[in-house]
């Protein structure tokens, strides 16, 4: 597993389940606005200008498109999604976990829109329908039936480079924030070709 894969799971797994449940994992979204030495300055989605401190080691990680064939059972994903019912939610993105890497697994609450959903877990059935895929992910206490539309998209995690950090991009980051505000941050998470990170 690449640095950028590790410090992605790192970054998960220093929260503490009890606490995602309740609250969303600390996530920036936005576009670079500029990158000098550790220090990145992103224009937030909200149109705030955050400076985010990096890691000595940081690194990129692309999310690059695949196919819905890549989502078979056994496989190791995490979808954000809106709620549909009990037990029942729409995708909003698939991620497809690389070998090695051991997110926290889980229901819990994420920011992508009000009131979505991220669900990390092992896909158990998965069956054709009619706008797209429908596939259930089973987590330690649960599991819930996840409608994936033909529209969503499906991302993988590949590992980039440093130099593809350019003003213009957008990027996100799982960040840590001091009790001042600061925040910090060891991945910067991008699309691939430029494109906003479906996450």
Known sequence: ???ALR?????????????LAQMPPDVVRGTVEALNGNKLTLRTESGVTDTIVLAPDWTVTVLKPIGADAIKPGSLIGTAEMPLSKGVGRSLEVHVFPPG?????????WNLRPGSMMTNGTVGRVAAV???????????HGSRRIVVPRQVPIVEFTRGERSQIKPGLPAILMVSRSPQGALTSG???IGAD??????
């Open 1 to 3: 597993m690449t640095k």
């Open 7 to 19: 410090a992605f799971a790192l970054l998960l797994c220093a929260l503490p389940f009890a606490a």
């Open 101 to 109: 890497m051991r997110p926290p697994v889980g229901h819990f609450a």
């Open 130 to 140: 009619t706008n797209g895929r429908e596939m259930t992910v089973v987590y330690p």
């Open 187 to 189: 991945d910067i998470s």
């Open 194 to 199: 430029g494109a906003k990170p479906p996450m």
